[in-house]
């Protein structure tokens, strides 16, 4: 059965996004995927943003009628090696108390107080059997309960533990599951409650594993890739939401890994997905210069995922490398692009 | 970032220059013979087998600025010579053109297929020398070794180290502006209509499906672009239609080859203001350069009065006018030289940076721990 569009007024999700101000970069975002964190500071009315450029990070502070308030570069700590490091991604990680913003490299993992004027921790990668035609690297960052579990080159994801305050970091667990370079981890916000399945890790084969979070991590399920690597993951009410390298998005059930949704969403690489969990609204951005607003819900008869297409916007003439939410409903988002030297806004009208 | 994608920079760019120089030469009306000659010297410097040897050795990219060293030689490789501002802005042209292929690709791999469309054409440059023939077809075959069994996660990092090499870079290009693939801010026009990539599905349907796998529903949506499905995929063989048109020879007489330099902009304000800093990497990239260039055999011309001028402007004049108003950002000078410690190393570097000549006085032997620079200088 195909159903007509259901696009327009009678659809109750749609909305018409407008550009607002956009906010100026110091350097240029590099083509990496997910790069962008949104930390939303609503008790304050601030928002902090964090892109990559390349051998450094832009931190931004933002209030929403003025102009950036604060700005802070960061770079990947310097090691043994040729060049400068690059680094793979800048992430804020919001742990029950206290929020630490985190930085995976070429070198390692650093992590930093979240207006990233103290370094409070630094892991160094092991290139140990690294073989010379592989690239080492630290990349996909989530927290999880009081955990923070970072992707590496070889698969592995390097579960840290995290006091409630304080540099003493210990790395806890070193989880097993991939093989192929970590692209991104995501947690469920809502985790502690009904939710068995609590974090999905995803690779460059598209394979994805999901876990039950503890004082040891536990594989529950494996959902295998189809040929594509899958660069953005979240996790919402039990369902993962993947987005792959061929431009779909698709939904499976965390617990069983049964695909339910499969979406045609994009005519490029995903290169983003952010979640709005407390009205299920996932956005989804990729190379072809689109970004789109889903609506996610779980029908209660059939206890299955249902998606309806909210909003699609083209940002011209710009290979999106980033997309967040910037508020908790999901009424307005921000955007990086490859080469642009600005953090584009919409809110809805 | 990925340590496989020197090969494929190198190979592309040295494409890019070779179909500008064909445009050039003929464009000057350089008689066939000498036209031949020149590109025929530069292909078989540029696919000899002990400098591709050096260039597959798994190892990261280095600055646009020693990239271009390797291609001043290369172009000094032949019996033409280059002024400065010719030079330039032959670079130029060879990275805007070379970026946007890589920003177009549809998949990552399919920067393999780009490069083939440059092989495959300079083959056609060079059909009357079997000898050289054999040796692209060699290149082909360490290409197809290295790369045909890579992942897509493996070329999305290539394709990634790629445009991090090339960020920022904002020249226009005539012919792109003609052909609207530039805006007139130097960004690139990203279409968003035409075939999808080959593996991916023209976007529009959503399809969901019960916990018993069968599809219990369709739903189209509004996503905004104009695809169609792909009509079939490139051929990575040695001979094959490719599919893909980037990386063919888009230049020929009659749709000359000119840039305009963009004016000071923010992103090149940060470019230069890190190209200012000392560079510890000098020494670095003085080793990767010294390695690759000893690896590059150059003839010497028997005859010096063979040697003549190409110019890539349109005049003497212009060419002149070029060099003077050239904007400093955009200056491939070693800005940051100047700024390091050891005195006699940044002249070494300047004078090999800058314009020289390949002078005939025979090398004295000389082993490995003696000065790279000064075995360079006299390659």
Same mark, same amino acid.
């Given at each position: 059965m195909v159903a007509a569009d259901s696009e327009g007024s009678k659809d109750p999700g749609a909305r018409m996004f407008r550009r607002e101000r956009s906010i100026p970069l110091r350097g240029s975002a590099a083509a990496l995927c997910n790069n962008l964190s949104v930390l939303q500071l609503p008790v304050r009315n601030l928002t902090h943003f964090g892109v990559v450029h390349g051998p450094s990070a832009q931190l931004l502070s933002f209030a929403p009628e003025g102009l950036p308030l604060a700005q802070r570069q960061l770079h990947a700590k310097e090691g043994a090696g040729v060049s400068p490091p690059l680094i793979t991604q800048v992430h804020w990680c919001v742990l029950p108390f206290r929020v630490l913003l985190v930085l995976t490299s070429h070198r390692g993992i650093q992590m930093f107080e979240s207006d990233g004027s103290i370094m409070v921790y630094w892991h160094a990668l092991d290139s140990g059997d690294a073989s010379p035609v592989q690239a080492v690297f630290a990349r996909g960052i989530a927290a999880s309960g009081h955990f923070i579990c970072v992707?590496?080159?070889?698969?592995?994801? @390097?579960?840290?533990?995290? %006091? =409630?305050?304080? %540099?003493? !970091?210990?790395? +806890?667990?070193? @989880?097993?599951?991939?093989?192929?370079?970590?692209?991104?981890?995501?947690?469920? %916000? =809502?985790?502690?409650?009904?939710?068995?399945?609590?974090?999905?890790t995803a690779d460059d084969s598209g394979l994805l594993c999901v876990w039950r979070s503890g004082p040891e991590f536990k594989l529950l399920t494996r959902i295998p890739g189809f040929g594509v690597p899958c660069p953005s993951v979240q996790l919402w009410q039990g369902t993962v939401a993947a987005g792959y390298g061929n431009g779909q998005v698709r939904l499976y059930e965390a617990s069983t890994g049964t695909l339910h949704v499969q979406i045609n969403a994009h005519a490029r690489a995903i290169c983003a997905l952010d979640l709005a969990p407390e009205v299920g609204k996932l956005l989804s951005a990729a190379e072809d210069t689109f970004?789109?607003?889903?609506? @996610?819900?779980? +029908?209660?008869? +059939?206890? +299955? !995922?249902?998606?309806?297409?909210?909003?699609?916007?083209?940002?011209?003439?710009?290979?999106?490398?980033g997309a967040r939410f910037c508020d908790p409903s999901g009424s307005s988002f921000a955007v990086t692009g490859y080469d642009l030297a600005e953090i584009l806004r919409f809110s809805s009208m | 970032m990925s340590v496989r994608t020197l090969p494929l920079l190198f190979l592309n760019l040295g494409g890019e220059m070779l179909y500008i120089l064909d445009q050039?030469?003929?464009? #000057?009306?350089?008689?066939? &013979?000498?036209?031949?000659?020149?590109?025929?010297?530069?292909?078989s410097t540029m696919f000899n087998r002990k400098f591709m040897e050096e260039l597959f050795k798994p190892q990261e990219l280095y600055s646009k600025k020693a990239l271009r060293t390797v291609y001043d030689r290369l172009a000094h490789a032949s019996i033409i010579r280059l002024n400065q501002a010719s030079m330039d802005k032959l670079y130029d042209l060879m990275t805007v053109a070379f970026k946007y292929q890589v920003l177009m690709c549809p998949r990552p791999k399919d920067v393999l297929l780009v490069t083939f469309n440059h092989l495959d054409a300079i083959k056609g440059l060079i059909r009357d020398s079997p000898a050289i023939l054999n040796q692209v077809d060699e290149t082909f075959q360490q290409l197809t070794e290295v790369y045909g069994g890579l992942s897509a996660g493996e070329f999305q990092l290539i394709r990634q180290t790629l445009l991090i090499f090339f960020q920022d870079l904002h020249i226009r290009v005539s012919i792109?502006?003609? &052909?609207?693939? #530039?805006?007139?801010?130097?960004?690139?026009?990203?279409?968003?209509?035409?075939?999808?990539?080959?593996?991916?599905?023209?976007?529009?349907?959503?399809?969901?499906?019960n916990s018993k796998g069968e599809e219990v529903k369709t739903v189209e949506f509004k996503h905004g672009g104009n695809y169609v499905a792909a009509p079939k995929e490139g051929s990575f063989e040695l001979y094959g239609d490719r599919v893909l048109k980037l990386g063919t020879n888009m230049y020929s007489v009659n749709r000359p080859v000119e840039t305009h330099m963009s004016g000071a902009s923010k992103n090149l304000a940060s470019q230069t203001q890190e190209s200012i800093a000392p560079n510890p990497l000098a020494k670095e990239e003085l080793n990767f350069l010294a390695r690759l260039l000893g690896g590059m055999e150059t003839k010497k011309p028997s005859d010096p009065e063979a040697r003549f001028r190409l110019n890539l402007f349109a005049t003497e004049e212009e060419e002149e006018q070029a060099a003077l108003t050239r904007p400093e950002e955009l200056s491939y000078e070693?800005?940051?030289?100047?700024?390091?410690?050891? #005195? #006699?190393?940044?002249?070494?570097l300047a004078r090999i940076m800058g314009e020289f000549e390949i002078t005939d006085a025979p090398r004295q032997s000389a082993s490995k721990g003696d000065d790279l620079l000064a075995m360079m200088d006299e390659l």
């Open positions: 992707g590496t080159w070889s698969g592995r994801v @390097l579960v840290f533990d995290i %006091p =409630a305050k304080g %540099p003493n !970091i210990v790395l +806890s667990e070193e @989880l097993a599951g991939h093989q192929t370079p970590i692209t991104d981890i995501a947690t469920d %916000p =809502a985790q502690g409650q009904d939710c068995v399945a609590d974090m999905v970004v789109h607003i889903w609506k @996610l819900s779980r +029908s209660p008869e +059939s206890v +299955s !995922i249902e998606v309806e297409h909210c909003h699609g916007e083209c940002v011209p003439d710009t290979q999106v490398c | 050039r030469l003929r464009a #000057q009306n350089v008689p066939g &013979d000498k036209a031949r000659k020149v590109l025929n010297d530069i292909v792109f502006l003609k &052909d609207r693939v #530039q805006n007139s801010n130097g960004r690139f026009v990203l279409p968003v209509s035409g075939p999808v990539p080959w593996g991916t599905e023209v976007p529009g349907l959503i399809r969901m499906f070693v800005i940051n030289i100047q700024a390091t410690q050891d #005195q #006699q190393r940044s002249e070494e």
